[in-house]
């Protein structure tokens, strides 16, 4: 069965940092991208970054880009997102996602995943 867990969320100050893992098994690792989404109340589910684990490739969206950074154990079959700077803005429920690439893919749109996890808790305050 495949599954994806997500960790390390948390409560921090503006400007603080966090690392959220996903842990997951029940699928070949290594040729899954992974992919981090976020849904703060009231908004809809939005893309944060994805890494292509065939190939070590990290996408982000502009919003994160250079506070964020996405990383790969492939021994552990878990994702990181290290995330720094953060504002009251990035609070929201925090999610990881797997997606088996067939042909061109849009990273950014959760219609293209297959398995997901539960989520994690992230709160920034102000």
């Known amino acids: 069965e495949e599954q994806l867990v997500e960790s390390g969320g948390g409560l921090v100050q503006t400007g603080g940092s966090l690392t959220l893992s996903c842990a997951t098994s029940?699928?070949?690792?290594?040729?899954?991208?992974i992919g981090w989404f976020r849904q703060a109340p009231g908004k809809e589910l939005e893309a944060v970054s994805c890494?292509?684990?065939?190939?070590?490739?990290?996408f982000y969206v502009h919003d994160v880009k250079n506070r964020f950074t996405i990383s790969s154990d492939n021994a552990r079959n878990t994702v990181y997102l290290r995330m720094n700077s953060l504002k009251p803005e990035d609070t929201a429920r925090y999610y990881c996602?797997?997606?088996?690439?067939?042909?061109?893919?849009?990273?950014?749109?959760?219609?293209?995943?297959?398995?997901w996890g539960q989520g994690t808790q992230v709160t920034v305050s102000s």
């Open positions: 029940g699928f070949p690792f290594d040729a899954y991208d």
């Open positions: 890494i292509d684990n065939s190939d070590g490739r990290t």
């Open positions: 996602a797997a997606n088996f690439p067939t042909g061109e893919r849009i990273w950014t749109l959760p219609s293209e995943y297959d398995f």
